[in-house]
């Protein structure tokens, strides 16, 4: 299977010159094929859009400086807008499973910058890699390459920092699970709650949220193209880096501590893109990662041979009870504990939610949606003593 080792680089000040040099050259070639294949009533082929975008745009006098970057990344970008289209396309079919693809986009100067080396572009020498017209680059080394890559992609992100993103082969690692299964229900202060009753606090992002905001702010005061503009667009998106930084910290070791120690992890299908239109929890939402969370599990459990299984969105996690499967309704958000009315149990709610995850996941309570629980109990048998004021309705029917 194929893996992406990433690194930090540091790139001189020469270096910074030709890289983005190659950066502006290749967003050039990406917008020039793009625009010729929006005039064309037939996508070209990509043998096609390189001879005109590179091999005759060289010619010209207004494209003459596509000569002092390496040809490779040039290449690979028109070979990228393929497989957009082609994804776009397979989005349009059905083919794709997933959300919807969208059309590719012209790409800007001030946003995330790459530039995509094939083999015969690079080679790894000692601790430095060498780039095709670009030179030997001090790569921060934070793990050893498991296999020799095919490719590497070079990445300047909006806080100015330089990436090499490798494409590796890596081994699947078998190794025996503590656990056989875990269910969990996902959550915005509490991030995690595990069906074996731990429960994972999510990152404190006020702080960073409020700096952003304020400096957001101020840069909407700014001339924009000003010098003043630019250093503070660059302050939000440092400031910004840092908070993705930290939450992908989080995400990646709760994630491989989750995958280590169970065989079977069970997770909800949450209708993410559905939650953010709530205005007061958007931000909180699409601060918490549940989305990211559940692709770093699926991808490690096919590294470390685990299974992951994702229950429907329909099914009533948080309205059963996980000891007996009595369903006692929707309840309302501020109801923390609920006490089961059929074999009198007291949950707490999102450990109960988790249980039931765990319960549908490995197949021990079937999918409501499909078939409906098989330990459904009626209401007829459920103990209700009426109030005194009940009585009195009762008695004046």
Known sequence: MKARYQYRIYPTQGQQTKLAQLFGCCRVVWNDALALCKQS?????????????ITQAKQTEERKWLKDVSNIPLQQSIADLGVAFKNFFKSLSGKRQGPKVQPPRF?????????????????????????AKIGNLKVKWSRPLPSEPSSVTVIKDRAERYFLSFVVEVEPIYSPAQSPSVGIDLGL????????????????YRQSDRKIRRAQRRLSKRVKGSKRYQRMRLKIAKL???QRDTRKDFLHKLSTRVIHENQVVALENL????????????RAISQAGWREFRVMCEAKANKF????????????????CSSCGYRWGKLDLSVREVVCLNCGALHDRDDNAAKNIELVGVGQTH????????????VGAVPVELSTRQEVGLRAI
Do not use: H
Not at 41 to 53: A, I, M, S, T, Y
Not at 271 to 282: E, P, W, Y
């Open 107 to 131: 790409k800007k100067k001030d946003n995330r910058q790459t530039a995509r080396f094939r083999k015969g572009g690079f080679s790894l020498k000692s601790n430095k890699l060498y780039l």
């Open 271 to 282: 209708n993410v893109s559905g939650m953010v239109k709530n205005r007061k929890l958007s």
């Open 189 to 204: 202060k509490t991030f995690a709650t595990l069906s074996t009753g731990e429960k994972v606090n999510s990152p404190d």
């Open 305 to 320: 041979n685990r299974e992951v299984q994702v229950i429907s969105r329909w099914e009533p996690t948080s309205q059963c």
């Open 41 to 53: 009533e037939k996508l070209p082929r990509n043998g096609d859009l390189q001879k005109v975008c």
């Open 367 to 378: 999918d409501f949606k499909r078939i409906g629980r098989e330990c459904k109990t009626p």
């Open 240 to 242: 910004k880096a840092k």
